[in-house]
C-alpha cells in the first residue's frame, strides 16, 4: 500500500511565525504535491515537484516555498505565518510509470495561525 | 487554463435514492479521477476514467466519461447512509513535460445521505 505521512496532523502558530510542513512518501513516486483546502474552494495547487530538486509552482504560490532534497519528502515553508494561512493542507504523490498516474494524499495537517 | 466545474455542490438525499454528480471541464483531457473525502479525512481515490466511454463501477457508485462533452457523472444508486462524503473530480492533461502529473480539481460535492 502506499503511504503519504505529514508530520503534523494538527499545528499552532503565531503570526510572523516560519512554519515547516513535511511529507514523505514510501513509494519512489516522481511526482509530489502540496494543496490548502478550505470550505467551498475545494483543492488548490500550491507548488508541486516532479523531481528532486525540481519544483513548480501551482495556482497559490505567494507566501509559500518548498524544499525537495531528497525524492521521499517534500516539505512547504510558511516564511512568515499569516492568518489567511489557516487552512488544511494536504501532500499527494504520484508515479508516472504508467497512464492512470492516481495521486496518493496524506492525511493531512490542519494549520491554525493566531 | 483547465477549469472544472461540478454540480451540485451540495445534495442531500434520502436512503435508497438514486442521483448523479455531473464533472465538467473545460479543455481536452485524457484522464479524469474521482475522489472521496470524509469528514476531517483525507481524499481516497474512487475511480481513474481514461478514455472516451470509459464506465466503471464500485458498489453503489457508478462513473463514467465523455471527452467529447468534456463530461464525467458520478452515479449513486440506492444510497446508503455510508455514502455520505464529499466528491471530487479532477482532471489531468498531457502527456509530457514537468506538469505532466498535475490534476485539476473540482470544488466537490457534499454529500448527506439521511433514513
Known amino acids: 500500500d502506499v503511504k503519504v505521512t505529514q508530520s503534523s496532523r494538527y499545528l499552532v502558530k503565531r503570526t510572523g511565525e516560519k512554519v515547516f510542513l513535511e511529507c514523505v512518501q514510501d513509494m519512489d513516486h516522481e511526482n509530489m504535491f502540496w494543496y490548502r483546502q478550505d470550505p467551498g474552494l475545494g483543492l488548490r495547487l500550491i507548488y508541486f515537484?516532479?523531481?528532486?530538486?525540481?519544483?513548480e509552482k501551482g495556482d497559490i504560490p505567494e507566501g509559500y516555498s518548498v524544499s525537495r532534497e531528497k525524492k521521499e519528502r517534500f516539505s512547504l515553508i510558511l516564511e512568515s505565518a499569516s492568518t489567511n494561512q489557516t487552512s488544511m493542507y494536504l501532500c499527494?504523490?504520484?508515479?508516472?510509470?504508467?497512464?492512470?498516474?492516481?495521486?496518493?494524499f496524506g492525511p493531512g495537517t490542519r494549520l491554525l495561525v493566531l | 487554463e483547465l477549469k472544472v466545474e461540478q454540480n451540485p455542490l451540495f445534495l442531500s438525499m434520502q436512503e435508497g435514492k438514486n442521483y448523479t454528480i455531473y464533472c465538467n471541464y473545460s479543455?481536452?483531457?485524457?484522464?479524469l479521477y474521482w475522489y472521496r473525502q470524509d469528514p476531517g479525512k483525507s481524499l481516497e481515490s474512487l475511480f481513474v476514467l481514461l478514455s472516451n466511454g470509459a464506465v466503471k463501477q464500485e458498489g453503489r457508485l457508478m462513473a463514467s466519461l465523455d471527452t467529447k462533452a468534456r463530461l464525467s457523472t458520478l452515479h449513486i444508486t440506492a444510497a446508503v447512509h455510508d455514502l455520505s462524503a464529499t466528491y471530487f473530480c479532477?482532471?489531468?492533461?498531457?502527456?509530457?513535460?514537468?506538469?505532466?502529473?498535475?490534476?485539476?480539481f473540482g470544488r466537490g460535492t457534499q454529500l448527506t445521505v439521511w433514513p
Open positions: 515537484s516532479y523531481d528532486v530538486k525540481m519544483k
Open positions: 479532477a482532471v489531468g492533461r498531457g502527456r509530457r513535460g514537468s506538469t505532466l502529473g498535475r490534476l485539476y
Open positions: 479543455t481536452t483531457s485524457d484522464r
Open positions: 499527494a504523490s504520484s508515479y508516472i510509470r504508467n497512464v492512470q498516474e492516481t495521486q496518493y
